[in-house]
């Protein structure tokens, strides 16, 4: 089997396209053979897939194998018809049939607002939220984004497309940003990898769930592809950017692997920093003691051997749950200190790799591939956000936050105990007491099974002091360790912590947020910062599922809604209205404290010092999709741009788009 697009032999091509069918995912294939033969009968009872559970792609669709084999053998039939040149009998459905054929493909009842978001990810843009006409951009007009990570990346793309001059400032050697930074053994995404990639880039992922290195491959080959490598300035850390409100120009100052400062001027700046940069080491009295390797699992020692020795991991949170089953082959044994249990669902498709009939599929039959990501989206995103939803007559607010949410515990925890077996003495230790989603929801990817080995032990009580070869936990116990991995998560309320940025007035932005109260519009705008925009700002993160890619992609439509209008219409200055920023932040804090993560008896790195929820975005998928569709420049207080007399940015248009464009579809994951 090969994983080539078809090589013009009908024959060769069909022999491959049968095998292929065999590992396809049948309510997929429904879907295509709706489009392809135009038979709305395959929308009707016997092939209905039944509604899958969890996040489980439902390859059957529940069927019994006779309708799965009819299913296949007339899909093989529809898409060599289409191979031989036989039209789509649907090519581009009405929103009522997209909805019809997503309720029918997921076994749920999808919302009427989710058709325009969905005929955009298929391509078929019904959309009245157009971007506005830029086929050339200004000579000069400059962007500076900082960090090269998925979020610059994607922006490079973006501004590439529209011809718009850019730089991407890096302070790491390589580009990916976490992806490049983290190496500890086990990193990997929690999101499929057909979800964790752009719209604009489908690609050939060798597993379901990938690895590290197999997602900073994929980053680098987008940059490749998309000529963005070219404007990357790696080894180049910018520590601060300041705004001159005369000039209309933000100033921004480089430092060097060597040291050297430069100073660059930009009209506008995007931060792509992320969030998870800065690691965050706990304040453990004795920490500096320790006579072994210690170190945060962000900065694993590259080639470290554990073999024979004795490993402390610090935290029990998703790093530790990717490192800790990774290292118990290896390592002596594995003591793992837990902070609090945490919430952890199934996995069923970890570290499986993607069959090559599946990838053959997904990179040969289009209509394959965007209704398999199509409907990965709705499983893996809004269908949980009713589970979220505080209700106020709920009599059980102690376990859970709603019914829906009751049902969730209680699913979860039979989970659980079937993966502990026996060790009841575990189950105890490791199922929370809050309500599911209360903290970030974790994919178990061996986590329990390691923890019944009888080379791990876990422990539940406080660390009181780290001592020379050692951890002391507050009942006095001593734990001999060889190796000590702080597992402690990242400063995630604090965005953009490291870059001194200052707006119009000379406040920083520090100040303006308080440290780690940080607000913006949309998560992008900040009122007395012109033309400066973040990408996975406050209030951004999907913590109901998801994938940032979509997030990030919603970001750069709108930011580039805006630029385009900004150049065209001559303007030298956005700055958003603090009235329009104030109102929507309302609405964000509005809608946290109806929600889990505002719920009294836990923590989470979604909310800061003060209990407020900075991190995660408290609306649906299809919300934000909507809000980030079109920028509106009523929300802005605007400036013409300001330059010689008689010269407007009109004239000195020049394009210099020279790599591969964006599909004008812009379309992003469910």
Known sequence: ?????????????????????RYANVPTLLMVLVQMTGELAWLDDPYRPK??????????GGLAPELQEEIRDEAFRAISSWRRGRPLGIPEPSDELLLRMMRLSTGEDVPNEYA??????????????????????????????????MSGICAGVYLQEAGISYTIFERSAGLGGTWFENGYPGVGVDTPNHLYSFSFAPHDWKHYYAGGSEVR???????????????????????????????????????????????????????????????????????????????????WPPGLDLHGLSVGVVGNGATAMQTVPAIVEEAKD???????????????????????GVRYLLESVPLYQKWYRLRLGWIHNDRLWPALQKDPNWPHPERAVNGLNDIHRRNLTEYVASELGDREDLLKAVLPDYPPFGKRILLDNGWFRALTRDNVRLVTNPIARIVDRGVVTVDGDVHTLDVLVLATGYDVVRFLSTVD????????????WDDDDARAYLGLAIPDFPNLFCIYGPNTQT???????????????????????????????????????????????????KMVWTHPGMTTYYRNSRGRVVVNNPFRVVDYWHMTRAA?????????????????????????SNGPVVPHNDSACL
């Open 217 to 299: 491959e994929y980053l680098e080959k987008v940059a490749d592809d998309f000529h963005v490598r070219e404007n990357i300035e790696l080894r180049s850390e910018v520590v601060s950017a300041s705004y001159d409100a005369e000039a209309q120009q933000w100033t921004v100052i480089i430092r060097r692997e060597d040291g050297a400062v430069d100073s660059v001027v930009a009209n506008a700046v995007i931060t792509a920093v992320g969030a998870f940069t800065r690691p965050k080491t706990p304040n453990i009295d004795g920490l500096e003691e320790f006579a072994g390797p210690s170190f945060h699992a962000a900065n």
């Open 51 to 60: 509604r899958t559970r969890g996040i489980s792609d439902g390859d059957s």
């Open 334 to 356: 594995v003591t793992v200190f837990q902070r609090s249990p945490q919430w952890v669902v199934p996995f069923e498709k970890f570290q499986l790799a993607i069959p090559e």
């Open 501 to 512: 940025v200052h707006g119009r007035s000379g406040t920083s932005l520090r100040e303006a």
């Open 116 to 149: 325009a978001m969905m005929a955009t990810e298929l391509g078929m843009v019904r959309s009245d939220y157009d971007l506005p006409p830029l086929s050339q951009a200004p000579n000069d007009f400059t962007v500076v984004v900082i960090g090269a990570g």
């Open 543 to 593: 913590g109901h599922g998801g994938s940032i890619m979509f997030i990030t992609e919603c970001q750069m439509h709108y930011i580039m809604h805006l630029l385009r209008q900004m150049l065209s219409s001559d303007l030298g200055a956005v700055e958003v209205r603090e009235d329009v920023h104030k109102v929507y932040n309302d609405r964000v804090d509005t809608a946290h404290a």
């Open 632 to 656: 509106d420049l009523d929300d802005y207080m605007t400036e013409p741009a300001r330059r010689a007399e008689g010269v407007t940015h009109a004239d000195t248009y020049e394009s210099r």
């Open 1 to 21: 089997m090969t994983t080539s697009a078809p090589t013009g032999n009908l024959e060769d091509d069909d022999r491959v396209l049968r095998e292929a069918l």
